[in-house]
C-alpha cells in the first residue's frame, strides 16, 4: 500500500550508488544500512582520511559482528565490506552517485555549504537527502541550482533498530526525487511516513515536549536519578537514557529550533543547557551509570 501522500512509484529512479556525507556514528550507521538493504557502493566522506577510515571501520566491525552471530554469510560479509568505501574528495567519492545523505552538524549554513559543494560532485538528478532532524528542508534547497532534487529522510537512533523514517518535502520538492525516496526508505525496510516540513517534523516534536518537561522537572529541584527512575518499566529508555542516546547538543539544539518558532510551547532548560555548555556527550558514564559529574551539573541549585 502507498504511504499516504507519496507519489506514483512509477516515478522513483532507480539507486545504483549512495554517498554520505559525514562520517561519524549516524553516518556510518546509516552506511551499514544501505549497504546491507541496497547491496550498491556506499561511500562516505568526511573532512579527513582519519574520519573517513573510522566511519569504514565501524561498518565492517558492524558486519563482522553480524557474521560472527551467523545472521549473514562469510560471502555475503565480504560482498557487503567490499562495497563499502571512503574518500575525502566528493568530487571522486560521490562520482556516479544517485543518492546523497548528508549526516553532517545540524547547523541550516553548514549543511546549505554541504549541499553546494555536492551539487558540484553529482549529476542533476542525484537525490540529495538530509538527516536533519528539525531544520527546514526548503531553506536548505533554496540557494541550490537544482533545489527540486533535496528531500529530508530522518532516521531515528539506532538507526538498525527504530523502525521509522520520516520524509520530508521541501516546498520546490519534485515528485521523482520524492518517489526515489518513498522507493528508497521501502528497500531499507523502513515505515516511511510523508511529514510537513515543519520545524523537528512529527517526531521530534513531540519528543520536544518530552525533553522539556524532563529538563523542567529537574530545573524544579528533582533529582536526577528520581526522574529517570520513574520511567522504569513504562518506557523502554528512561529520559536521561534516551537523552544520551540523541546525545545532549542534539538534543538540546532540537528545543531551542522548537523554542525559536513556537516560544510558548518549548521549553529550553537552564540544567541541561549547563551539561552542553560543559561539553559533555552523554549523561551516563562507560560504566552505565549517571556520571556524578554531570548530575552535580543538572542538580546545580
Ligand atoms: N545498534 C544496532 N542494534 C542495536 C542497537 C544499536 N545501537 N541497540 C540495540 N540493538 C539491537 C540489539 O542487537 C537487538 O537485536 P536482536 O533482537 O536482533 O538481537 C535489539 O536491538 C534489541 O536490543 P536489546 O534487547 O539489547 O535492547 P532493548 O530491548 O532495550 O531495545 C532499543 C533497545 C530498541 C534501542 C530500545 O531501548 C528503544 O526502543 N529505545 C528508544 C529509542 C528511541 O526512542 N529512539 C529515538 C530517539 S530520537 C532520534 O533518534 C531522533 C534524532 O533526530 C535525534
Known sequence: KRPAGAPDRSLARPVTKVGIV???LMAS??????VRRLEVPVVLTDLDQERVDKGVAYVHAEIDKLLAKGRISNDKANRHKALVSGAVDKAEGFAGADFVIEAVFEEMSVKKS?????EKAVSPECVLATNTSSLSITEMAADLEHPERVVGFHFFNPVAVMPLLEIVKGEQTDDATLATAFATGKALKKTTILVKDSPSFIVNRLLGRFMGEVGRIVDEGTPVTVVDGAFAGVAPMPPFVLLSLVGPAIALHNN??????F????????????VVAARKASYYGPDGSLDPEVVAMLEQP
Open 263 to 274: 516560544p510558548d510551547r518549548f521549553y529550553v532548560s537552564p540544567a541541561l543547557e549547563r
Open 256 to 261: 531551542e529550533t522548537l523554542h525559536r518558532a
Open 114 to 118: 554541504v549541499f553546494a559543494d555536492v
Open 22 to 24: 559525514g562520517a561519524g
Open 29 to 34: 550507521q546509516m552506511a551499514l544500512l544501505f
